[in-house]
Nanobody, 128 residues
Framework: QVQVVESGGGLVEAGGSLRLSCTAS????????MAWFRQAPGKEREGVSC????????YYVNSVKGRFTISRDNAKNTLYLEMNSLKPEDTAMYYC?????????????????????WGQGTQVTVSS
């Protein structure tokens, strides 16, 4: 009974910043990689970033590399996504999820999508 709760979304102007948070329960948080996904209206859900169990390894899709930073605080069972230089194309519902492995890669996204278990998400809207 893993549960995640996302927060921190909102409406911002292009070039602005937001920090998303995800609090997890029902798992040994510091034993698993964690990931952020997003889904825009009419589009498929896509992986954005993932982070290894201890925060030592991170992965980003090219569209956000250099602008977004993923981090985690295992003492608080919390995952973060710092988003800077936001663009209108970043507008989407953002979701977090736990992998079943300790380390992250593009395959982390595949495993999580196959499991298809999600929280409520948090909406990010970037205006021009």
């Amino acid at each position: 009974q893993v549960q995640v709760v996302e927060s921190g979304g909102g409406l911002v102007e292009a070039g602005g910043s937001l920090r998303l948070s995800c609090t997890a329960s029902g798992l040994t948080f510091d034993a698993y990689a964690m990931a952020w996904f997003r889904q825009a209206p009419g589009k498929e859900r896509e992986g954005v970033s993932c982070i290894a169990w201890n925060g030592g390894t991170t992965y980003y899709v090219n569209s956000v590399k250099g602008r977004f930073t993923i981090s985690r605080d295992n003492a608080k069972n919390t995952l973060y996504l710092e988003m800077n230089s936001l663009k209108p194309e970043d507008t989407a519902m953002y979701y977090c999820a736990a992998d079943t492995e300790m380390y992250c890669s593009g395959y982390s996204f595949v495993r999580i999508l196959k499991r298809n278990y999600w929280g409520q998400g948090t909406q990010v809207t970037v205006s021009s």
